[in-house]
């Protein structure tokens, strides 16, 4: 039996840097993919920020211009972009957030069945994407009266005459909140459902004999602090997922300015001036600010959720 | 004694019906209702014969389901003169070597990054979690003079390529490799296994569910996604069928146009669907092991 461990040993030592070979070659197609397509991009993305490049002649360095004119002489920017960037995203991110783990924690008081099909039903809208549905909602939310919101508010005497909603400054921004929180129970919201179900049912009964009175109080001191990994998990999907899908103005109202920027997020504004003005050094300046913003909303989440002190 | 025999904490993940149940029934069937309607929604009006859609106060239901709108999206011609199977031809083919080549390679660096040493491998996890947190959409410039620079412009492959690396894919199969044993692993090395064959023999066949769950995910991502053709193909015979979709009303913005983007929207999401009725119970199972320590 020694004998065994030592010729094993042996080997091992011999054999370790040649595995540690083998494990480069199984990592490497994935580090290729990752360096091309999401590392240079963000080191770009850092560098160009701190250019004028205009798509054409070689991007010349003029250090923090680009940031300090985001933030004195950028007035859609500063009066449209930020607070409509910040109203979705709260509502979306946090909100959506609080959302989905309430009606994952009801769903798991649930009989299997039941909860297996109303899961599903609530689940299903985030398989959509939201730019093709976009398709969709242009007819429910169509500004004549065959529209299906402008029929239906019309024949329940609610309106006079037939609201033009994707173009309105009033309702746009509304209308991409309720359109993203419908197809925002994705990954994170299955994750925090496995994370109640699997919780062990004896530190329910302890917690009980400890004097937990309550379902709230149940959840609060046994059922969050049980599945804080799959919480940080579900936060950081639902932080990703809302400025992911944050171009959803520019394809419901069919334009980018959104009309008279009601719908104007930061995504959108990167995309303006990239694609359209060819000002690449600002919107790479502006790319920059968004994975900042991104990064600190999830600095927020490890907070609350992380085993790590940081 | 009797406050026990109301312990509410059996309730989670009940077996059987209690009356407590109905409130949360309560709650959540108009969240239901609310999800459920615009689905419905594309299911009625992709089956809707041209007279139906033009009925004024427009109606939910289908009265007379008709596959007129399905054919008429099969026979329409773009522009320019392109049939919308090409781009569903191109849609499919470029979904199955996504899914083909991202669960490769994300099942293999899973494996290594749970199971195997090497330097630098501390690191990794670490970007790899940190970049959990990365949004595509913010670097799409320059993406796009990345792409430009190697020459992938009109190049069927730009579809295929960004989607390889996906960091919640490869941290799902590694939290889901991290369960499995290491003495099973050291067992088949003992009978003289190599590292290829402990991943195809031991690996792949224990970590289904995981993988079930990326696909889905890839899937979703890759199926969906206009962007690829809008950014990087200017050949419209190589773009995909969510993008011909999302011109679809764009160019016909009359009622008729309505029930052909219904139905392609139907095609659009039943695959989904399909996907993930059929791998529900595997994905659940990897989202038990979902959580970030």
Do not use: C
């Not at chain 2, 108009?30 to 106060?57: D, G, Q, R, T």
């Amino acid at each position: 039996m020694s004998e065994l461990l030592l010729k094993l040993k042996a080997k091992k030592t011999k054999a370790f840097k040649e595995k540690q070979n083998i494990a480069y070659l199984f990592v490497f197609p994935y580090v290729l993919m990752f360096t091309i397509f999401i590392i240079i991009p963000v080191v770009a993305a850092i560098l160009l920020s701190f250019t004028y490049f205009d798509a054409v002649r070689f991007p010349s360095w003029i250090g923090f211009e680009n940031y300090i004119n985001i933030i004195t002489n950028d007035e859609v920017f500063m009066q449209y972009v930020i607070p409509n960037t910040m109203k979705y995203a709260i509502i979306v991110g946090p909100g959506g957030y609080v959302l989905s783990f309430l009606l994952a924690w009801m769903l798991a008081q649930l009989t299997p069945k039941v909860r297996t099909i109303l899961a599903l039903i609530i689940y299903s809208p985030s398989l959509t994407s939201g730019v093709t549905m976009a398709v969709l909602w242009r007819v429910i939310f169509a500004g004549d009266n065959s529209g299906y919101l402008n029929s239906v508010l019309l024949t329940l005497g609610l309106i006079v005459e037939p609201i033009i909603w994707l173009q309105s400054q009033e309702f746009l921004l509304t209308i991409m909140i309720i359109v993203t929180l419908w197809s925002s129970m994705g990954v994170g919201f299955l994750a925090v459902l496995a994370g109640i179900l699997n919780v062990n049912t004896e530190l329910y009964e302890a917690g009980y004999i400890d004097g937990i009175k309550n379902k709230f109080q149940e959840m609060l001191y046994i059922t969050i602090p049980s599945i804080k990994p799959q919480m940080l998990f579900g936060a950081v999907m639902a932080i990703v997922g809302t400025f992911s899908a944050s171009g959803i103005g520019v394809a419901l109202s069919g334009s980018n300015p959104t009309p008279q920027y009601a719908g104007q997020l930061i995504v959108n504004h990167i995309e303006y001036y990239g694609f359209f003005k060819y000002e690449m050094g600002y919107a790479a300046a502006l790319s920059v600010i968004l994975l900042i913003v991104v990064y600190m909303f999830s600095r927020v989440a490890f907070r609350l959720f992380g085993s790590k002190d940081e | 004694m009797k406050k026990h025999s109301k312990f509410q904490g059996t309730k989670i993940n009940p077996s059987r019906f209690h009356p407590s149940q109905i409130r949360y029934l309560v709650i959540l069937t108009p969240v239901v209702m609310f999800m459920l309607l615009p689905l419905l929604y594309i299911f009625n009006h992709a089956f809707k014969p041209l007279e139906e859609l033009f009925y004024y106060p427009p109606r939910f239901i289908v009265e007379r389901p008709t596959l007129a709108n399905f054919t008429r999206l099969f026979q329409v011609t773009g522009t320019s003169g392109i049939p919308m199977s090409r781009y569903f031809f191109n849609s499919v083919i470029v979904t199955v070597l996504v899914l083909v080549a991202s669960v490769l390679i994300s099942t293999m660096a899973g494996y290594a990054l749970s199971k195997l040493n090497f330097k630098g491998k501390k690191a990794m996890n670490e970007i790899n979690t940190l970049s959990l947190m990365f949004v595509g959409i913010a670097v799409t410039i320059p993406r796009y003079l990345i792409v430009e620079q190697l020459g992938l412009i009109d190049n069927f492959f730009v579809h295929v390529l960004p989607y390889l690396a996906v960091p919640v894919g490869l941290f799902l199969i590694k939290q889901f490799v991290d369960q499995i044993p290491n003495e099973l692993i050291d067992a088949s090395r003992v009978d003289g296994a190599n590292e290829w064959q402990i991943y195809t023999k031991i690996i792949l066949p224990l970590i289904k569910p995981a993988i079930a769950t990326i696909v889905i995910l890839s899937f979703q991502t890759v199926w969906n996604s206009a962007d690829t053709s809008t950014t990087y193909i200017n050949n419209d015979l190589l773009k995909t069928f969510a993008f011909y979709m999302n011109t679809l009303t764009a160019n016909t913005n009359a009622v008729a146009g309505q029930g052909m983007a219904a139905a392609a929207s139907l095609i659009m999401f039943l695959p989904n669907l399909i996907i993930f009725i059929v791998m529900q119970s595997k994905v659940m199972d990897t989202m038990a092991h979902s959580g970030i320590k």
